[in-house]
């Protein structure tokens, strides 16, 4: 009997590293979402609120819903200086200031979400809560350059909202490669290239595909509109720009 394991095609085992956290700078109706820079060690956790709900008929065992969520989470952060200033970065100032603070001052807006190094980010894992702060540093030994370890706990329940993340870097996508080669109206073409990811619109020499889906940021699939057979320029729109024009030679 073997023991392998089969997955589906087009699945990646997840990284470590593929999460971030943004600090809100500004108010909540009008956010100034800044990233953690330099952190490491994300550890989330939601831990639940149970209420005892046993009765006689649970013969003495333990009976407990869970009545609510929290949030929590522990990370650690490389404590970046301005020469010119001797600030840190002003999201760590942002976490800093919040740990020394009192009541509302000592509250902070975050939101985390899953940051895959590649493919489409998850949609569902991400958050955003009100948080309190505790801060204390790391690495006080003789040689170890410096690091805040950072504890934030929610107030109240955390709010479930779509994944922000875009990719590493929001820029123009590039198409490299289509095929098959030759392909005709209403059939299906592979489109791969970089960036990708939130393409709003696929064209063939300027007739946008009447309906395409993203696979990744390096792949899309789309339909071919109508048109005629020859070299026709192929378009990639996304939030990061337009692509250069690549030469595609289609069929009817």
Not at 55 to 65: A, R, V
Not at 199 to 215: H, L, N, R, Y
Not at 218 to 234: K, M
């Amino acid at each position: 009997m073997s023991n392998r394991v089969t997955l589906p095609a087009g699945t990646v085992l997840g990284k470590s590293y593929e999460y971030g956290c943004d600090v809100n700078l500004g108010t909540y109706a009008a956010p100034d979402w800044q990233p953690i820079r330099r952190m490491s060690g994300w550890q989330p956790s939601t831990p639940g609120t149970t209420t005892d709900v046993a009765t006689y008929d649970d013969l003495g065992s333990p009976n407990e819903d869970v009545t609510g969520r929290g949030f929590a989470s522990s990370f650690t952060v490389q404590g970046n200086r301005s020469l010119a200033t001797g600030l840190y970065l002003r999201e760590l100032e942002a976490i800093i200031a919040a740990s020394k603070g009192k009541l509302e001052g000592a509250v902070l807006d975050v939101r985390w979400y899953h940051k895959p190094e590649n493919g489409t980010p998850n949609p569902t894992d991400a958050g955003r809560a009100f948080v309190t702060v505790e801060v204390t540093r790391s690495n006080t030994d003789n040689t170890g350059i410096e690091v805040k370890s950072v504890t934030i706990t929610g107030k109240g329940e955390f709010e479930p909202i779509p994944n922000p993340f875009q990719g590493w870097s929001v820029t123009a996508p590039t198409v490299q490669a289509i095929s098959p080669e030759g392909a005709g109206s209403g059939e299906l073409v592979n489109i791969t290239g970089t960036g990708m990811l939130g393409a709003t619109t696929v064209t063939f020499d300027a007739i946008a595909s009447p309906d395409f889906e993203v696979i990744n940021g390096s792949t899309i699939i789309a339909l071919l509109p109508d048109g005629t057979a020859g070299s026709v320029p192929v378009v990639v729109t996304t939030t990061g720009g337009v692509s250069t024009p690549f030469v595609f030679t289609r069929g009817e």
